[in-house]
């Protein structure tokens, strides 16, 4: 079974002008974290994993009175935002919040997991 885990981050602490030059507390969660992504593709259940970029050069796509429309920027005051993303292949759910509750304690912040829906999905 498929899962999306999402990984979130304070949006006070990710300022797009100090992006560049992470604090030697993030270089040491990449590193723990970089360490369970090689465990997981040795395993074979690290489908991708992602970092994404900054929030304030993101494109929102959305259909609004005269039709579809991108706008450019955050336009949504969040306490959190979506900053990386894993697709992981395992057996089950429990599964995956053990690999979620790994990538927590690495990094320190929250990961959402979903699953993804197969080709077997009715709508």
């Not at 304070?10 to 993030?26: K, L, M, S, V, Y």
């Not at 360490?35 to 304030?56: D, F, I, N």
Request: charged residues 25%; negative net charge.
């Amino acid at each position: 079974m498929k899962y999306l885990l999402l990984g979130y981050t304070p949006a006070r602490d990710w300022d797009a002008a100090t992006a560049d030059a992470p604090t030697p507390e993030a270089l040491a969660a990449f590193a723990a974290y970089r360490e369970l992504e090689r465990e997981l593709l040795q395993s074979g259940e690290l489908v991708s994993s992602e970092g994404l970029g900054h929030p304030a050069v993101s494109t929102t796509v959305r259909r609004g009175e005269k039709g579809v429309v991108a706008t450019d920027g955050p336009f949504v005051e969040l306490k959190e935002v979506l900053a990386s993303f894993a697709v992981i292949d395992v057996s089950n759910h429990e599964r995956a919040v053990e690999i979620a509750s790994r990538i927590v304690e690495a990094l320190g912040e929250p990961v959402e997991i979903r699953s993804i829906m197969g080709a077997d999905f009715a709508a």
